[in-house]
């Protein structure tokens, strides 16, 4: 092999020839100038950057880089050339392909960028060396990384390993609920392509699954328009069994690896609105910004309302007819319109899934252009057209957050009394949020507001204990006590929830401070009889568990006797001390739900 010499100064680019680009960090480093040497942390291998890469990205240890490189001696002799066979290689990081520092280099360079790394022996040739290297030698490599494909362990035990040929944009990937448009060429270990897509590929839904386990995995994973190859083991394929020709499959042998190139062309993301999986709202366009509707907006929409055999029962907005405008969270349609229109931005268009539960139920109803049956699933197309939102309190002035405040609040109270009492709850969530205690009122205003802040609270816990929250009542009332020490309302809710928590002895202190203020409460000394019924019951329960105790205790002891009088009179043992015994007592105080009626006050 004929001796060269290596990298030359005139090979390095002149600094002030080139843009500014952000560079390599280490370990908090400056990034390195063209020209300037550094060792790479504290491996031993020192880098010399001659020329810059593009962008920022690096490649990591199991992606595939394309690379040229030379390779010299301290003194310049060359010992392996991509450069002299004409032909740039590939090699996966981590494996030392060639050698394993020049893999730890490399994981420093940007697309487009040389650099001269020197390695140690211990990360060369070591003691064997090679040809030309002698035994323990320093050794050079000049490297241009030319790409790399990236290189992802999908299912994280090597069944699916996905290598990123083309990137996608944006950040967003799909979810489980959406729906995936896909592109796919499937093909065996000898090339035998077994399933391909029509040009305008395929869709499905992820958590639906399609073609084999590997398939929505791996979409899972990816970008709007990346491309990727996959190689995908039997147990994420067709396992042990294979599979059979089908319309959309050729026959694939038992325990076959597929090679998959997967393209996600596009998808609609897929909403659980309720978070019950009875409202779905699938986006096919997405609206304007960041501002969706919310509760409390007044929105216009257009829509197209069908069974889900297709059958037209409604249209606003459409062919010149007019939309519908209303307000969310006021029961002006069915709920299930209503609380998806609220997530929706302006532009937005979407199709809605709504079971019967946020529909029309099981009612049969009339609507324009058909009826529509009990228990029918119902499909929205809707565009939202426009929404105007809620004013909210930083956009008020004080008078005004007052007057939204008592308005809120006399709305909830209309709700409460027609048993609607989630809504209701909301409402008095938001008439407490107007008069806040983060916000600043004056001195004739603080009296005002905080009565009704302590109002809302009171209100709210009466809703809470409607809707069984119990903690949420107890919560709400000690607000309140904790600005009005005496309040008997708070004191009756809270030792009302107490009860039902069975905290018994804590629903006996707030009934006693209650009847300290008014012994002559009703509602009050009604609760407290019912509070003492329980306690007698508890103590019946406990004095039936200690005589069930001591029984036991008592079989145990006189068992113990027997036995230890056995003992003696087998093994001619006397005068041996009488065993005692103590027995720790454990008392259970619970007790069952008291079901009586809550009494209500707005």
Same mark, same amino acid.
């Given at each position: 092999?004929?001796?060269?010499?290596?990298?030359?100064?005139?090979?390095?680019?002149?600094?002030?020839?080139?843009?500014?680009?952000?560079?390599?960090?280490?370990?908090?480093?400056?990034?390195?100038?063209?020209?300037?040497?550094?060792?790479?942390?504290?491996?031993?291998?020192?880098?010399?950057?001659?020329?810059?890469?593009?962008?920022?990205?690096?490649?990591?240890?199991?992606?595939?880089?394309?690379?040229?490189?030379?390779?010299?001696?301290?003194?310049?002799?060359?010992?392996?050339?991509?450069?002299?066979?004409?032909?740039?290689?590939?090699?996966?990081?981590?494996?030392?392909?060639?050698?394993?520092?020049?893999?730890?280099?490399?994981?420093?360079?940007?697309?487009?960028?040389?650099?001269?790394?020197?390695?140690?022996?211990?990360?060369?040739?070591?003691?064997?060396?090679?040809?030309?290297?002698?035994?323990?030698?320093?050794?050079?490599?000049?490297?241009?990384?030319?790409?790399?494909?990236?290189?992802?362990?999908?299912?994280?035990?090597?069944?699916?390993?996905?290598?990123?040929?083309?990137?996608?944009?944006?950040?967003?990937?799909?979810?489980?609920?959406?729906?995936?448009?896909?592109?796919?060429?499937?093909?065996?270990?000898?090339?035998?392509?077994?399933?391909?897509?029509?040009?305008?590929?395929?869709?499905?839904?992820?958590?639906?699954?399609?073609?084999?386990?590997?398939?929505?995995?791996?979409?899972?994973?990816?970008?709007?328009?990346?491309?990727?190859?996959?190689?995908?083991?039997?147990?994420?394929?067709?396992?042990?069994?294979?599979?059979?020709?089908?319309?959309?499959?050729?026959?694939?042998?038992?325990?076959?690896?597929?090679?998959?190139?997967?393209?996600?062309?596009?998808?609609?993301?897929?909403?659980?609105?309720?978070?019950?999986?009875?409202?779905?709202?699938?986006?096919?366009?997405?609206?304007?910004?960041?501002?969706?509707?919310?509760?409390?907006?007044?929105?216009?929409?257009?829509?197209?309302?069908?069974?889900?055999?297709?059958?037209?029962?409604?249209?606003?907005?459409?062919?010149?007819?007019?939309?519908?405008?209303?307000?969310?969270?006021?029961?002006?349609?069915?709920?299930?319109?209503?609380?998806?229109?609220?997530?929706?931005?302006?532009?937005?268009?979407?199709?809605?899934?709504?079971?019967?539960?946020?529909?029309?139920?099981?009612?049969?109803?009339?609507?324009?252009?058909?009826?529509?049956?009990?228990?029918?699933?119902?499909?929205?197309?809707?565009?939202?057209?426009?929404?105007?939102?809620?004013?909210?309190?930083?956009?008020?002035?004080?008078?005004?957050?007052?007057?939204?405040?008592?308005?809120?609040?006399?709305?909830?109270?209309?709700?409460?009394?027609?048993?609607?009492?989630?809504?209701?709850?909301?409402?008095?969530?938001?008439?407490?949020?107007?008069?806040?205690?983060?916000?600043?009122?004056?001195?004739?205003?603080?009296?005002?507001?905080?009565?009704?802040?302590?109002?809302?609270?009171? *209100? %709210?816990?009466?809703?809470? $204990?409607?809707? /069984?929250? @119990?903690?949420?009542?107890? !919560?709400?009332? &000690?607000?309140?006590?904790?600005?009005?020490?005496?309040?008997?309302?708070?004191?009756?809710?809270?030792?009302?929830?107490?009860?039902?928590?069975?905290?018994?002895?804590?629903?006996?202190?707030?009934?006693?401070?209650?009847?300290?203020?008014?012994?002559?409460?009703?509602?009050?000394?009604?609760?407290?009889?019912?509070?003492?019924?329980?306690?007698?019951?508890? *103590? %019946?329960?406990?004095?039936? $568990?200690?005589? /069930?105790? @001591?029984?036991?205790?008592? !079989?145990?002891? &006189?068992?113990?006797?027997?036995?230890?009088?056995?003992?003696?009179?087998?093994?001619?043992?006397?005068?041996?001390?009488?065993?005692?015994?103590?027995?720790?007592?454990?008392?259970?105080?619970?007790?069952?739900?008291?079901?009586?009626?809550?009494?209500?006050?707005?």
């Amino acid at each position: 092999m004929g001796v060269e010499k290596g990298t030359r100064d005139s090979d390095i680019e002149r600094e002030e020839d080139l843009d500014e680009e952000p560079g390599e960090v280490i370990e908090s480093a400056p990034p390195l100038k063209v020209g300037e040497e550094r060792e790479l942390g504290n491996s031993g291998i020192k880098k010399k950057l001659l020329k810059r890469g593009l962008g920022w990205e690096t490649p990591e240890f199991n992606d595939e880089v394309t690379v040229h490189y030379v390779g010299t001696l301290l003194d310049g002799t060359k010992f392996d050339s991509t450069r002299d066979r004409d032909s740039s290689v590939i090699m996966k990081l981590g494996q030392g392909e060639v050698v394993a520092g020049l893999d730890h280099g490399i994981i420093t360079m940007k697309k487009g960028e040389r650099a001269l790394f020197t390695l140690p022996p211990e990360l060369g040739f070591g003691v064997a060396g090679r040809d030309v290297v002698p035994t323990n030698s320093f050794v050079r490599y000049e490297v241009e990384l030319v790409s790399w494909i990236k290189v992802v362990d999908v299912s994280k035990d090597g069944g699916i390993i996905k290598k990123i040929v083309e990137k996608g944009d944006k950040h967003e990937r799909p979810g489980d609920l959406d729906e995936v448009l896909v592109k796919y060429q499937v093909a065996l270990a000898d090339g035998t392509i077994v399933a391909k897509t029509l040009e305008e590929g395929i869709e499905f839904y992820v958590k639906d699954g399609h073609l084999c386990p590997a398939l929505p995995k791996a979409t899972m994973t990816m970008k709007r328009g990346e491309k990727v190859k996959l190689v995908v083991q039997p147990q994420y394929a067709f396992g042990q069994e294979g599979k059979d020709a089908s319309d959309a499959i050729c026959p694939v042998p038992p325990n076959s690896t597929l090679y998959i190139d997967l393209e996600l062309t596009s998808f609609k993301p897929v909403i659980d609105v309720t978070g019950d999986a009875k409202v779905f709202k699938k986006i096919l366009k997405e609206g304007e910004g960041s501002l969706v509707a919310n509760e409390g907006a007044t929105v216009t929409i257009s829509y197209t309302a069908r069974l889900e055999d297709g059958t037209v029962f409604e249209r606003k907005g459409i062919d010149d007819g007019q939309p519908l405008q209303f307000i969310t969270d006021e029961e002006q349609v069915i709920a299930g319109l209503d609380q998806a229109v609220a997530t929706m931005k302006k532009g937005e268009h979407a199709i809605l899934t709504v079971k019967p539960e946020y529909g029309f139920g099981n009612i049969e109803t009339k609507r324009d252009l058909a009826i529509v049956p009990p228990s029918s699933i119902l499909v929205y197309e809707v565009e939202m057209l426009d929404f105007i939102k809620e004013k909210t309190p930083w956009e008020m002035n004080n008078q005004e957050k007052i007057k939204a405040a008592e308005r809120k609040k006399e709305e909830g109270n209309l709700l409460f009394k027609s048993g609607k009492y989630l809504r209701a709850g909301k409402k008095y969530d938001k008439a407490a949020s107007y008069v806040g205690e983060e916000e600043i009122f004056g001195d004739d205003e603080q009296k005002l507001v905080t009565a009704m802040r302590v109002t809302c609270w009171l *209100n %709210k816990a009466a809703c809470s $204990l409607k809707l /069984n929250d @119990f903690q949420g009542a107890i !919560k709400l009332c &000690s607000k309140v006590l904790g600005i009005e020490f005496y309040n008997i309302k708070a004191l009756y809710r809270r030792a009302q929830a107490l009860i039902q928590t069975t905290d018994l002895v804590s629903a006996d202190m707030d009934i006693k401070k209650a009847l300290e203020v008014d012994p002559q409460n009703r509602e009050v000394k009604l609760i407290q009889k019912t509070l003492k019924q329980l306690q007698a019951e508890s *103590n %019946k329960r406990d004095a039936k $568990l200690y005589s /069930n105790m @001591f029984a036991d205790m008592t !079989k145990q002891t &006189s068992a113990i006797t027997k036995k230890l009088k056995v003992e003696r009179a087998d093994d001619d043992m006397k005068n041996v001390e009488p065993v005692a015994m103590e027995m720790e007592n454990v008392a259970d105080n619970s007790y069952p739900s008291d079901n009586g009626k809550a009494v209500d006050s707005c």
